[in-house]
């Protein structure tokens, strides 16, 4: 079985940046893609970043320029590095792997709070 642990998040000014970090424990063959969710209370999860095994990023429109994923394979680690943080990227975030033979993982979310 796999765990995910992120951390990172809390409580920043706008204009402020964070760095959350996502780590997995436990065994598995290899991780196909690796990604970064939000979500605020009565709304649906959305994607803001994933990275495939080959390194190509995505990202949604409302962080483009912002915000930028990357991952360590030798940690077993993705990271959001979160720059120029506004109220509305106020959310909780969870890290979601896709990993063989486990399938899609979910961490258990890190609250990010963008607030003066």
């Known amino acids: 079985q796999v765990q995910l642990v992120e951390s990172g998040g809390g409580l920043v000014r706008p204009g402020g940046s964070l760095r959350l970090s996502c780590a997995a424990s436990g065994s598995f063959d290899s991780i196909n893609v690796m990604g970064w969710y939000r979500q605020a209370p009565g709304k649906q999860r959305e994607l803001v970043a994933g990275?495939?095994?080959?390194?190509?990023?995505n990202y949604r429109d409302s962080v483009k320029g912002r915000f930028t994923i990357s991952r360590d394979n030798a940690k077993n680690t993705v990271y959001l590095q979160m720059n120029s943080l506004k109220p509305e990227d106020s959310d909780v975030y969870y890290c979601?792997?896709?990993?063989?033979?486990?399938?899609?993982?979910w961490g258990q979310g890190t609250q990010v709070t963008v607030s003066s």
């Open positions: 979601r792997w896709i990993l063989r033979p486990w399938g899609a993982v």
């Open positions: 990275i495939t095994s080959g390194g190509t990023t």
